[in-house]
């Protein structure tokens, strides 16, 4: 990093006397507010008008105007100022390099003068050592020993601490933005400088724990303090290991040593007039936050031996002693060196890193992503996690690998043939480029940040900062963004291309690796059958067509989306047979290469179901609508509508073939509904009226067909009006993808038509509607289930509308009321349909409610459900429809209250569980908290099933037993790796709490 230099363009200032500039020319020197500059130079007075180079070393800086307000404030507390850098003009040019970039250093040197003199010495790097006296000097404390003594006390040696501690920030800084300290050179002394602090805290510590020389405490440095990588202003990560002395008791020594360590954090973090250092941040310990804060060695070692995940030893990669007792730590980082290379054997290796990878992206804000240089798509951590896992895979079997700094760890990996030489170089590069963002970003106010700030002037200040001249802004972006996306290219340059090379022709000057290493590298990122990874990839690439050549260009970033996928196998083996299908297709693969959203959304979906993978395979030509998220979105059903008539029409009289389209159409619906639910375009609710209102509209098809075919065998208009009545999960909008329809049919002959001729005819459509729509075909069926008409199975398919009049005025029972609730018109007749739902208005609201027996007989058949339907061994906590606070109880409260109050409560007088209960709070019927725990548990149980459809192509009930089963459905679900017991438990505590808002409110 350099300061800005005079650029062309900007002017010529040498021998100019200043008293000459106009505001006007102070603009064009490089001031953004030439006005403002003009009077804060005449404020500085004759001292500045006699200094010709004054003007020179403003201009010269990244920001002029931050510069000259911090000389402008400086010189008010020290009219002295101005003659005594005159005479320094080396220390005035670093100064005013650190002002035209760091207010916040600039603030420092104006609470403290004269210390801008520590700029006037020569621009040396002081030694580990040299930091570590002065700061212990600054808090009284003797250097000259091996492990400090106990330092000063109380307020005033947390403010020297500080003190000290931006002085040799501000040398720093001034050396890093002159160019005269590399960045290895930087971030190793920020390291120092962060290690010379935590001994200065420690012996502060020390004072106020008069047993401390009874234990032996290690400050070991975690993450880029322990890899002498640290920015300017970060958390440090530490972990503590103590040791007692003299026979002193474990225990003991364990209190005295947490004593010390808390008393060490303190006076970093403690808040002074002088501002805080910074966190000193221990949650990498064994246990994180919930474990002990300090440790002997041998509690330790058997944490990590036993209980340690991988992400904890690819932490202690960057361990390293920092303070205290370092031989103690020496023999620590030792110690958990045998095992840090050793995790890449361990069974949890692959589920461990994938969470690893998906951490970092969830810490980063939507709003910020592209300009997060930290966490963001083609940050550092990208970098970084990768060499870091390349460590892990290969460092097991190469000692040479087992570095802790991120570029010193890639110079190794590019050395070993692990990453080709030109890549290793763009990937340094890149990393080198954003920390130097990193640390401009961080100067300027000493917070911690990652992002990129928006305001031009602020990016114009990083751009000259970094030595561009006549468009820094414009310059600034340009490379930045260009190195964004050459480190987002790392999976493919470091992982992927490499796994090509093992099995298919590529270029020479690509890394080659052996099959043995490619099975190693696939294990590593969460293939379980690496061997018939290696077969679909080589099927896929190999050969000279110009269909190979596209998916060697493909491929590797697609291994990398299906290794974030939840089965990355499924997804790579129904890439390769979807690839079959359309290889040969010229848009096929064209699109997956120059859409890349289409690819991704390809990736996860095969990766993660089961279900639309399927619907893929048997209508493949669907790739086209993962192009974009507008295709996504849920068509209207007057659209369907519109288009399934059509097609009925084109095939005229082959009902067959009509509806083979029909449900083509839907099979093509299916997959856009699966795509949008898990891409997140919609939630369960929209899920379950999108697949309701296709579950209409190919009834309705289906009807036209069988309406015609019976039309056509008898000779005869079709004699009866007719009409389909939704019921269950179809009538109230909610079906699943497993879901069959339920339904009643009805029919009203036409005047002076005989009710035998009738029915035989209405009969006759509604055998033939469930037997097209049951032919075999390639797509998900959809069954029609008639079994919730009156007298059930036993009762006639379809009755007249008069005949369904005498049955409820006579026969009807309390459960077919609670069933009438669902009650809505779905296909056929609409005007039929309408009379249907007036003539079963009064049974299900009725007026006055429900008596008395017929709430026993509903709450009689409630526990008779729960007794006798749930599957014999199910486990009621895990069954999402009939167990303990699933979609049963929830919708059971539902339909009791609208039999009771929907007389009188017309807003209760809907089809769908959770429109009723939000009318039912609304009128007061029920507390607002409790329908919100009913929504929770019911929307939960219908992500549950599904999801579980989703993921494995067929329907349940139950959440599976199988572990892996288990973990798949909760990555469906948005659970991280590992996150398959978190989810379970979220579904326990959900449905629990549901339970018993049920028990209180059903049976009030």
Partial sequence: MRTMERHPGEGEVSGVPRMQSTAGRLARLGFADGARAERLLDGLGAEAEADAGLLDALVATADPDLALTSLSRLADRDPDILPALRDAPEARQRLLSVFGVSAALAEHVVRHPDHWRILSGPAVRPMSRELRAALLSAVGAPPEVAEPVAASRGQAALTALRVAYRDRLLHLAARDLSGASSLSEVTAELSDLAGAALEAGLALARADVPEAAKVSLSVIGMGKCGARELNYISDVDVIFVAEPRDGLDETEALRIATKLAQGMMRACSASTPEGALWEVDAALRPEGKNGPLVRTLTSHLAYYRRWAKTWEFQALLKARPVAGD?????????????????AATRDNFVDDVQAMRRRVESHVRGDEAERQIKLGPGGLRDIEFAVQLLQLVHGRHDPLLRRRATLAALAALSRGGYVGRDDAKALAEAYSFLRGIEHLVQLHRLRRTHVVPEDPPDLRRIGRALGMGVDPVGEFTTRWKRHAREARRLHEKLFYRPLLQAVARL?????????????????????????????????????????????RTLLPVMLGWFADAPDPDAGLLGFRQVSDKLGATPWYLRLLRDETAAAERMAKLL???????GLLLNAPEAVTMLGSGAELATRPKETLLAEVTAGVQRHGENGEAAVAGVRGLRRRELFRTAVADLMGVIDIEQVGLALSELNDVTIQAALDVAVGKVSMERREDFPTRFAVIAMGRLGGLECSYGSDADVMFVHDPHPGVPDRAASEAAHAVANELRRLLALPAPDPPLLIDPDLRPEGRQGPLVRSLASYAAYYRRWSAPWESQALLRARFSAGDAQLGKEFTELIAPLRYPAGGVNGDALREIRRLKARMEAERLPRGADPSLH??????????????????????AATVPDLRTPRTLAALRAAAAAGLIEQADVEVLADAWLFASRVRDAIMLVRGRAADSIPTLVRDRALIARALGYPPGGSEDFVDDYRRATRRARRVMERVFYQ
């Fill in 880 to 901: 999402t429809k009939l167990g303990r606070g699933g979609l049963s109880d929830v919708e059971w409260v539902a339909q009791l209250l609208q039999l009771r109050h």
């Fill in 326 to 342: 370092l031989e103690l730590g020496g023999r620590y980082t030792e110690a958990v060196n045998e095992l840090v290379w050793q």
């Fill in 507 to 551: 270029p020479e000057q690509e890394e080659r690796l052996s099959p043995t290493a490619a099975k190693a590298r696939l294990e590593a990122l969460g293939y379980a059958d690496p061997e018939g990874a290696l077969r679909h990839i080589a099927a896929l690439t190999s050969g000279v067509s110009r269909r190979a050549a596209i998916q």
């Fill in 607 to 613: 990766g993660t179901s089961r279900y639309a993978t």
